[in-house]
């Protein structure tokens, strides 16, 4: 009689027949051919509860003429046109028969939903550029027969087009209330214009621009975020010619409305306000100068860059004397337009920021344009229109502007974190709130290297590490494409890209040197907790010993003196912070000193001071001058008994020398103390290298 099974064996054998399920899935994942119907079944099932009823729902219908008509109509450029009539006819054929997809609403839920996917995935597969042409092809029929049919209509061409330029004044004025100082009118910006290689090729001004569109030219405008991209496509389209109409396209919801560009122009509120149809725009192409102002190529999602090209292509067939202007953010596909001129928009300088800041009519203008140009952040930051209108935003209601550049950066920080038009793309794909990561991770990587700006396959590289990491702290579900990452940084933050080569860089450096001020903020901080000397030794090694590092470890300090009120924490990690550095470097710990705030002098001022006089006691007078720099650098009055002889007493020649080593070694100490020392001789340099690490 044989044995009858054990537990053991039957738990094996379901070991082995899982194990060989398994591989008889991946193999059939692998052999068989994803077509676009198949992804997009499996991409609409995530979106619902029970995911494989919906799966054989679709796979059914999949086969009924009825579906396939609407597949083949997306398939040549045209709408999926599933309606309620469909729906029910589906569900009378059993096609929706069971569970959540009995009713008319949830049918139309599940196919619409596969339409959208279905759409998304055509534009991904090997007929995307098919897919895309005959798309255009058709809005571009739609336009001729609109034009044909309509060539003739009962209002006078005079009247059309008062009504037409009303609406888009309307709607020009409505996008100026939007981007403008209170009810000030924004002033014209300047621009260069570039060569094919990216050369600087001449001033531009707007009247310029005018001119060029007006002959039909074809312009790019590019420039970062807040440089005034959308403004003065604005100023452009108010135009005093009675003989052109000017349109400013939102290009984005252009592309996602998915009509004509003269049927999405009429179903903006402005338009149809005045009775303006699409109709009544194509009878007015045969016989006036259209201008086209689109904005936002940027802003564009990346699924839909190839459809936008064909479309922008297609417009620029459709209306070959047309004036046609985009703007756009620096990013990997540039916009496709035909043998355009390429104009980047300039920083403000000095007499447009003045009559930006009268314009707006803020109270005390001379107060705060003398309390910018007196604060060198300011007045590097005030140089983008954007940048200034939070100034100025903040000067006007009252508020304080911070003191430091940490306070400055923040404030600017939170106002694009938090601006309704940007939080959408902040906590949604591909950042999902990760915004700040990245950017920290950028920096700090940008920083490390001492550089500036960091090429795409650097980026790459960064933001794939960090999603990574993302996906193995299950913060993220799926792993995004880096390049899609690095896009929505551009879109929605302060990270831009630049060309000629490739490489993208914060919007300002003292960005770049936030992020990082930031980053070892939490190191430090973390040092504090951990109590280690080997670690606060690699602290020093890492970050106080290398210069790159100077400018975010003073802001780190800034912050420290201006909030160790509001967070108990900062003032020891302060005292921290420069006892770490005067084992580094004594002029650095003392200008860390003065910039961490009186609470932490109190607690660093006698080893401080101790290490400074025990300098300037040597008979060397360079370690001498080297002490007085850093008893300058403290800012404290507990060295008056040798700086006060030393000011009064010294020769001007002294006295000088004074003053231009302390602003070498405190301002912008691009070279180590060491390299300083060194110019002085061999000596001096080997005695304070050694003394400075005892």
């Known amino acids: 009689m044989p044995e009858p099974f054990t537990v053991g064996f039957l738990f094996k054998a379901a070991t082995i027949i899982k194990t060989c399920v398994g591989w008889a899935r991946q193999a059939y994942r692998h052999v068989r051919k994803e077509t676009p119907e198949s992804l997009a079944i499996a991409a609409t099932a995530k979106e619902f509860p029970l995911s494989w009823e919906v799966k054989r729902a679709l796979r059914r219908v999949l086969k009924t003429d009825e579906f396939e008509n609407s597949i083949e109509r997306v398939r040549n450029g045209g709408e999926f046109g599933v309606d309620e009539n469909i729906a029910n006819l589906l569900i009378d054929q059993g096609q929706f028969s069971s569970g959540l997809h009995s009713a008319t609403r949830d049918a139309l839920r599940v196919l619409t939903s596969f339409a959208r996917h279905y759409r998304k995935a055509l534009l991904h597969s090997s007929d995307a550029n098919l ?18 049919k309509y060539g003739i209509a009962n209002a006078s061409p005079d009247e059309l087009l008062n009504n037409a330029r009303e609406a888009a004044a309307k709607l020009t004025n409505h996008w100026l209330a939007v981007v403008k100082l209170g009810d000030s009118e924004p002033i014209a910006l300047r621009a260069i214009k570039l060569d094919a290689e990216g050369r600087e090729a001449g001033l531009v001004r707007l009247d310029d621009l005018r001119s060029l569109l007006q002959e039909g030219g074809r312009v790019i405008l590019e420039g970062p975020a807040g440089r005034g991209k959308t403004t003065t496509l604005l100023q452009l389209a108010q135009s005093d010619d009675a003989q052109s109409l000017h349109l400013y396209v939102d290009l984005p919801a252009w592309i996602d409305s998915a009509n004509s560009i003269l049927t999405f122009l009429a179903e903006i509120a402005e338009f149809q306000s005045l009775g303006v149809t699409a109709q009544q725009l194509a009878q007015l192409s045969e016989s006036v100068h259209f201008v086209f102002l689109l904005n936002g190529w940027n802003e564009i999602g990346e699924d839909a860059f190839r459809q936008a090209s064909t479309l922008l292509r297609q417009l620029q067939v459709s209306f070959p004397l047309a004036g046609m202007i985009v703007a756009t953010r620096s990013i990997n596909i540039g916009p496709a337009l035909s043998d355009p001129v390429h104009v980047s928009l300039l920083p403000l300088n000095n007499r447009e920021r003045r009559e930006c800041i009268d314009r707006s009519g803020v109270a005390r203008s001379d107060e705060l344009i003398a309390e910018i140009e007196s604060r060198p952040l300011l007045e590097a930051l005030t140089r983008t229109p954007l940048f200034l209108s939070y100034v100025i935003a903040i000067f006007g209601a009252g508020g304080v502007i911070p003191s430091t550049r940490v306070g400055v950066l923040s404030e600017v920080v939170k106002s694009i974190e938090t601006s309704i038009e940007k939080q959408a793309g902040l906590e949604g794909d591909p950042l999902w709130g990760n915004a700040t990561l990245h950017l920290t991770s950028m920096s700090m990587a940008m920083t490390a290297n001492g550089a500036t700006r960091v090429s795409i396959e650097e980026a790459r590289v960064i933001v794939s590490s960090l999603i990574t990491t993302l996906r193995e702290r299950r913060q ?48 430090l901080l973390a040092l504090l907790r951990e109590d280690n000397p080997a670690s606060e030794l690699s602290f020093a090694r890492q970050y106080v010993n290398q210069p790159i590092w100077e400018e975010p470890l003073h802001m780190l300090a800034e912050e420290v003196g201006s909030m160790s009120g509001v967070e108990p924490e900062l003032e020891p990690a302060g005292v921290l912070l420069v006892e770490v550095a005067l084992g580094v470097d004594p002029i650095l710990a003392a200008h860390l000193s003065r910039l961490c705030g009186p609470a932490v002098w109190k607690q660093v001022g006698n080893a401080v001071g101790q290490r400074l006089r025990s300098i300037y006691e040597t008979d060397d007078k360079n370690f001498k001058l080297y002490a007085a720099v850093g008893m300058l650098a403290t800012g404290s009055a507990d060295f008056m008994d040798i700086i006060g002889p030393l000011l009064s007493g010294s020769t001007d020649n002294t006295l000088r020398g004074t003053y231009r080593a302390s602003e070498n070694f405190t301002s912008v100490r691009s070279e180590r103390t060491g390299k300083a020392l060194s110019r002085s001789g061999p000596s001096a340099h080997a005695e304070f290298s050694s003394r400075s690490w005892q």
Not at 133 to 142: G, L, N, S
């Open 131 to 148: 897919v895309s042409t005959r798309r255009a092809d058709q809005h571009h029929r739609e336009l001729v027969a609109e034009i044909r």
């Open 476 to 523: 993220i579900q799926e792993l995004q494409e880096p390049t899609t990452v690095l896009d929505a940084l551009c879109k929605y933050h302060v990270l831009e890209r630049v060309d000629h080569p490739i490489a993208f860089r914060f919007q300002h450096q003292q960005f770049q040197e936030f992020y990082a001020a930031q980053h070892l903020k939490q190191v």
